[in-house]
């Protein structure tokens, strides 16, 4: 019974919501005053609500696994950061920092935009599908929106997408060159060209048996920390091409470490929620911590309870995905 109550509130519409929550709120990039001003809530939402729902829902046509989900959100991210805010080209984009001119090259923030593609890829798009699939098992294969509304929300983010490019370009007095653009579509359509292509069970047949799930949670914390760390830390230590590296290493070695089990079993979802935890949790911890930063200068009240929010939210997750195990043993 308890599973038909949870179904009765939309999958879509809990993708829809999360999604931003995850990628700006939990973030930082939008404390709670920006998030929730209804025109900030209002372009958050028809950004990464609709591209959430559309990868989601492109996994499940094509039937594609994970593998498929972490390409389309990197296509996501190039639509987003490369087409949208362009901040892969501008030097003026406000959260640059350094990297503004540090990886700089040819008119591209080459690092920014390797940083931010794998962040969208990760944390925008796939933990959000990942943890409200955890939340409506019994749907998971299922399409969650119908033919007329799946093209409403490609329209939609179609829309913002080209509204943020004429409302940033004019806020920042910057007009990325069209050759650039084309390259942004040209990745972003290889992404998903690639997604398209990529088996539905790439990586999830290995031949060891599942770790326990806080061995998982464990990597999953160290590659979020180090993800986080190393991007904002080592510009100051090292030469940007050289860092262009990291993003790849770090891909590598996590793929590599997965792809030794077997994802077939049916407790991973116990293991599926303690990666998509894991990876939240530097998240979690800075969230706090920008409360606290008074260097700046944007109002960063909220962000503990935003945090404290989240670690709830797991944590009853977490609590609900083990009782449906449990019941499914003794039954079994």
Request: hydrophobic share 55%; proline share 5%; aromatic share 14%.
């Amino acid at each position: 019974m308890g599973e038909v109550k949870r179904s009765r509130f939309p999958p879509a519409l809990a993708l829809f919501l999360l999604s931003p929550v995850i990628g700006e709120l939990l973030s930082g990039s939008s404390p709670p005053a920006e998030f929730f001003s209804p025109f900030g809530l209002t372009v958050l939402l028809a950004l990464y609500g609709s591209g959430a729902v559309v990868v989601r829902e492109l996994r499940v046509r094509w039937h594609k696994g994970v593998g498929s989900v972490l390409l389309l959100g990197a296509a996501y991210g190039v639509l987003e950061e490369g087409l949208m805010v362009t901040s892969w080209f501008s030097p003026f984009w406000v959260d640059l920092g350094v990297m503004g001119v540090y990886g700089r090259w040819l008119g591209v923030n080459w690092v920014w935009a390797e940083m931010l593609t794998i962040y969208h890829a990760v944390f925008s798009i796939t933990v959000p599908i990942l943890l409200v699939e955890l939340a409506f098992p019994t749907r998971r294969e299922e399409r969650w929106v119908g033919k007329k509304l799946f093209i409403a929300l490609v329209v939609v983010l179609g829309a913002v997408t080209v509204f943020g490019n004429i409302l940033f370009s004019y806020m920042m007095n910057y007009w990325t060159p069209l050759p650039h653009l084309i390259f942004a579509v040209a990745l972003m359509v290889l992404f998903g060209y690639l997604a398209h292509r990529l088996r539905a069970d790439w990586g999830q047949q290995g031949q060891k048996a599942l770790p326990k799930p806080r061995v998982l949670w464990l990597v999953a914390t160290v590659a979020s920390f180090a993800f986080f760390l190393g991007f904002y830390g080592l510009p100051s230590a090292v030469p940007w091409q050289l860092l262009m590296l990291y993003g790849p290493l770090l891909i590598f070695l996590m793929v590599r470490f997965l792809k030794r089990y077997d994802w077939r079993e049916r407790v991973s979802d116990m293991h599926v929620l303690a990666l998509t935890s894991g990876a939240l949790s530097w998240m979690i911890v800075f969230a706090v911590l920008q409360e606290l930063d008074k260097t700046r200068t944007d109002t960063t009240m909220g962000m503990s309870i935003v945090a404290l929010a989240s670690v709830v939210g797991l944590i009853w997750l977490r609590f609900k995905v083990k009782k449906r195990l449990t019941v499914s043993q003794l039954s079994g």
